[in-house]
């Protein structure tokens, strides 16, 4: 794409709060005349991938180019609450004889928004006259928003269903149905969809009535429960890797819930993945530590709030395609204070990082990875998006990059409101991911939800994602 001459960003910031601005002139010259009218700007992904096409209409006077300002966060046209400019701003100058273009994969990558990303980009637009006495801006006023064109998805390979869900721990709290009312839902709600494998999170090894007393060794878990209710709904295929506690009873550590339920009659799982340290008879108090990965604290955080990844080496029984499995539940803190907020970011991008890097060192065989799970960040967020920049950077394909994008611009957490709605920014947060590597693309993504619903089992949605294994 030909350029023009670069507009310094710091002339288009003083310009952002009116039509025009003036940079100081001779007395002599004639101060630059405001460029002319700007009466549409649209925006679509492609044509090819990781590509985006920007088309406007303008009458041209006065105006010697254009600039479309990118961000990968909502910023400011005349809204005094949001920044001045998005997240990773990105300029890109266009010749005035152009109303058209298409911006690269490299261009669109180095706005932060890579087809593997399945990020969007926010942008605006504006007219430019730059002369020798200063430089003139006419903006559109409009905040506006374009997603990326994703890869193209093989049309051969295995077949796979994953499904990530966080199904809210059954611990009783003010305000949440007990999780003996919400768990048929749940199961009603993985039955749905068929899936293959399901990364679940905050499934405990705790009570299934919810009580913060310990499950005696023949009591119900919220485990056992989910089990014994897809069983009764016709889903006893589907079972856990991994079923009991990760450490002994009583030892620190928080809810334990990342596990993989996978479907039976499909898969196996071929990693060894015992439910017990010893060769005792299987119970509530028995633990072991297998494929599980434990994820990094801050210096100062209690041994109570530890958590851990689930793996597992699956295989197809068809066609006996191997593949690992992940589900992560990265830390939950968030903080209006930018400071702490990055401090957050910071540390959920190292969790992941100690389980990308973990899965790296067993996966030998360069086997395909599907990494599911709740990273509790989103694109919008002000302080950053790091753990999804590293995933992305470690070469996993967000499968939100799909040519088939179901409720893609709703949050997929729905904190059990009972009507949902899009945002006003055009996209909700994604916290909920089905990641892949060793894999091209996805024919089909989906955030599953009832816009109208006052009877939700979880306070998020499950998220599907269609991929082929080679």
């Known amino acids: 794409m030909r350029r023009s001459r670069p507009i310094v960003p710091a002339i288009l910031a003083a310009a952002a709060a009116g039509a025009t601005a003036l940079t100081t002139a001779p007395a002599a010259e004639a101060a630059p005349a405001t460029p002319g009218t700007i009466s549409s700007v649209t925006a679509k992904p492609g044509p090819n991938a990781g590509q985006v096409t920007f088309t406007w209409a303008a009458s041209g006077a006065n105006t010697t180019g254009f600039v479309i300002e990118t961000g990968l966060t909502t910023f400011k046209v005349g809204d005094p609450v949001l920044p001045d400019h ?15 273009v298409t911006l690269t994969a490299a261009q669109v990558a180095s706005a932060g928004a890579p087809a593997a990303s399945a990020n969007h980009l926010h942008y605006r637009f ?34 796979l269903r994953v499904a990530t869900y ?68 016709g889903g006893g295929r589907y079972q856990l890797v991994r079923s009991s506690r990760f450490i002994a009873p009583g030892s620190p550590e928080a809810i334990q819930g990342a596990r993989i339920l996978y479907d039976t009659s499909r898969f196996r799982v071929v990693s060894s993945c015992p439910d017990r340290s ?30 851990r990844a689930s793996y597992a080496l699956m295989a197809d029984r068809a066609t006996g395609k191997q593949f690992y499995v992940v589900s992560v539940h990265l830390d939950q803190r968030q903080s209006t204070n930018q400071a702490t907020e990055r401090t957050y970011e910071k540390l959920r991008a190292t969790q992941l990082r100690a389980v990308m890097s973990r899965i790296a060192q067993l996966n030998t065989g360069g086997l395909p990875v599907v990494l599911a799970g709740d990273l509790n960040t989103y694109q919008n967020n002000q302080g950053g998006y790091d753990a999804h920049d590293a ?12 040519v ?61 994602a269609d991929i082929r294994l080679p």
């Open 391 to 402: 995933l992305v950077s470690a070469g996993y394909y967000d499968t939100a990059a799909a």
């Open 86 to 100: 998005g997240r990773n701003a990105k300029y890109f100058t266009i010749p005035a004889n152009r109303r058209s």
């Open 166 to 233: 966080n199904v809210h721990t059954a611990t009783a709290s003010s305000g949440v149905r007990a999780w003996t009312a919400r768990v048929p839902g749940i199961a009603k709600t993985i039955l749905s969809r068929n899936p293959g494998i399901v990364s679940l999170q905050e499934l405990g090894i705790g009570r299934a009535d919810g009580s913060t007393t310990p499950a005696a060794i023949d009591s119900l878990t919220q485990i056992q429960s989910l089990l014994n209710t897809l069983k009764a709904q």
């Open 126 to 159: 504006k007219a430019v006259n730059q002369t020798k006495a200063g430089t003139a801006v006419r903006n559109w006023p409009y905040l506006q928003n374009v997603p990326v064109q994703p890869a193209t998805p093989s049309a051969r390979g295995t077949s």
């Open 278 to 307: 010893d060769s005792k008879p299987l119970t509530n108090n028995s633990y072991s530590s297998s494929c599980t990965i434990v994820l990094p604290m801050l210096s100062g955080d209690s041994a109570w709030s530890r958590r």
């Open 404 to 464: 088939t994008r179901v409720n893609d611009r709703y949050t997929t957490m729905n904190h059990f409101a009972c009507t949902l709605s899009v945002p006003g920014s055009g996209w909700g947060s994604r916290l909920d991911v089905v990641a892949v590597k060793g894999v091209s693309g996805a024919p089909r993504w989906e955030n599953l939800l009832a816009k109208t619903d006052c009877a939700r089992p979880s306070d998020h949605n499950m998220v599907v």
